[in-house]
């Protein structure tokens, strides 16, 4: 049997089967520790969003009757006047998304009438449904970042035009997540022109 004790020395996720292996305490204890290492991730996102670690949860996706993929949502995660945020994982636990995208859900007292329950006692909620955020956009716009249009709609949406206003790379994009160094990280947060990056000292220039 494969132990919590031996994944801390092996510094990896465990595989489903050894999951599986865990004693049923093992498992809690281990998706814990997991939770937390994804949440201390986010924990400059959520703390921009004016979110805490307790609301923000890992879910992993399947599909429901209709085809369609869905998460399953609590009622208590419903309940949360700041909304309740999560990002999806195998069932290994691995973050699914190299953007490491993270999915609001907004209050809801109705959500009873607009969700079915499944036999776990969770509702199910279409991801399309969802509005959708990753660290480098709020890492940029903060709280605006958040998109108010269903995750199906952003992701269909026609391109902007592209535009002179500061220089980028080109052509003009935003730039890889997995580009940004600890000093264009400062400069984001701070306000301050230090990039290497011309066009984000810019950027952050005109949008004094």
Do not use: C
């Given at each position: 049997?494969?132990?919590?004790?031996?994944?801390?020395?092996?510094?990896?996720?465990?595989?489903?089967?050894?999951?599986?292996?865990?004693?049923?305490?093992?498992?809690?204890?281990?998706?814990?520790?997991?939770?937390?290492?994804?949440?201390?991730?986010?924990?400059?996102?959520?703390?921009?969003?004016?979110?805490?670690?307790?609301?923000?949860?890992?879910?992993?996706?399947?599909?429901?009757?209709?085809?369609?993929?869905?998460?399953?949502?609590?009622?208590?995660?419903?309940?949360?006047?700041?909304?309740?945020?999560?990002?999806?994982?195998?069932?290994?636990?691995?973050?699914?998304?190299?953007?490491?995208?993270?999915?609001?859900?907004?209050?809801?007292?109705?959500?009873?009438?607009?969700?079915?329950?499944?036999?776990?006692?969770?509702?199910?909620?279409?991801?399309?449904?969802?509005?959708?955020?990753?660290?480098?956009?709020?890492?940029?716009?903060?709280?605006?970042?958040?998109?108010?249009?269903?995750?199906?709609?952003?992701?269909?949406?026609?391109?902007?035009k592209n535009t002179t206003s500061y220089?980028?790379?080109?052509?003009?994009?935003?730039?890889?997540?997995?580009?940004?160094?600890?000093?264009?990280?400062?400069?984001?947060?701070?306000?301050?022109?230090?990039?290497?990056?011309?066009?984000?000292?810019?950027?952050?220039?005109?949008?004094?």
């Open positions: 049997m494969f132990t919590t004790a031996q994944y801390q020395n092996a510094r990896r996720r465990l595989s489903f089967d050894e999951f599986k292996s865990l004693s049923p305490d093992d498992q809690k204890q281990y998706k814990a520790q997991v939770l937390e290492e994804i949440r201390a991730f986010h924990a400059p996102m959520l703390e921009e969003l004016g979110a805490t670690r307790l609301d923000f949860q890992i879910k992993i996706p399947f599909y429901d009757k209709q085809a369609r993929k869905v998460v399953g949502i609590f009622a208590s995660e419903f309940k949360r006047e700041n909304g309740f945020y999560f990002e999806l994982t195998s069932r290994e636990f691995e973050p699914l998304d190299t953007n490491r995208t993270v999915y609001k859900v907004s209050y809801n007292p109705s959500f009873d009438e607009e969700y079915e329950m499944n036999e776990k006692g969770s509702y199910l909620v279409p991801l399309e449904e969802l509005r959708m955020v990753t660290p480098a956009s709020v890492a940029i716009s903060g709280p605006s970042a958040l998109l108010d249009q269903p995750r199906s709609k952003a992701v269909t949406s026609t391109p902007q220089r980028a790379p080109e052509p003009i994009a935003d730039a890889p997540y997995s580009e940004m160094t600890i000093r264009d990280y400062y400069a984001i947060h701070t306000g301050k022109p230090v990039s290497t990056k011309l066009w984000l000292n810019e950027l952050i220039r005109t949008n004094k």
